[in-house]
């Protein structure tokens, strides 16, 4: 399984890269605005930095709707560098857009899921990855795990190369569970994949070695 870094904030990718924990980072206009990322030159600097310090791909999102717009804005995102993945949400001309890059030779990452029936459609427009959101079903009541573990089987199902990343994953539990469902790709925020470590007996336990140690060599 892979962890990407669902986030545009230089420092916690830089800190999760150093520890060796992530393959691949995902931004969204939104987390892009959250950092003060503003105006076009400024953007492209910004995804040009998280390039140069992470090894794998970037999704960066389009901000077009219009078929032409979103197409010619993947086309200048992907010519940026060789890691950005193009994301595009999953409307009528998104999946246009996707079917298109695609023939170029240009990677995807269809946005806000929220549905089997999306993914499928994105998948069969070429996708290299589908984003299904977990935590915003769970807003509404609904159950975003149920989401995609029934995109895991379906994709497996029918052979789809497209691959599955999950998001929206906002909390640790969230992330421990979409292990067990065999999904791809998880992207979160750094405190969601480090909150892996937190153990009560894991602290316990070191105290007591380091009194231990303590006792014999004071
Ligand atoms: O990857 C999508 C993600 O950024 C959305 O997360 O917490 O805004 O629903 P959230």
Known sequence: MKFFLDTANIDHISEAHWM?????????PSLMAKEGV???????AHYLKICEIVDGDVSAEVISTDYQGMISEGEKL???HNQIVVKIPVTENGIRAIRYLTG??????????FNPG???LAAKAGATYVSPFIGRLDDIGENGMDLVEKLVHIFDVYGFN?????????????LLKCMETGVDVVTCPLNVITGLLNHPLTDTGLEKFLSDHRKLND
């Open 20 to 28: 060796g924990i992530i393959d691949g980072v995902t931004t969204n």
């Open 38 to 44: 503003k105006g076009e030159d400024n953007i492209i």
């Open 78 to 80: 992907a010519a940026l």
């Open 104 to 113: 170029k030779g240009i990677r995807t990452n269809c946005t806000l899921i």
């Open 118 to 120: 999306q993914a499928l």
């Open 162 to 174: 497209t691959e599955i990343i999950a998001a929206s994953v906002r909390n640790t539990n969230h």
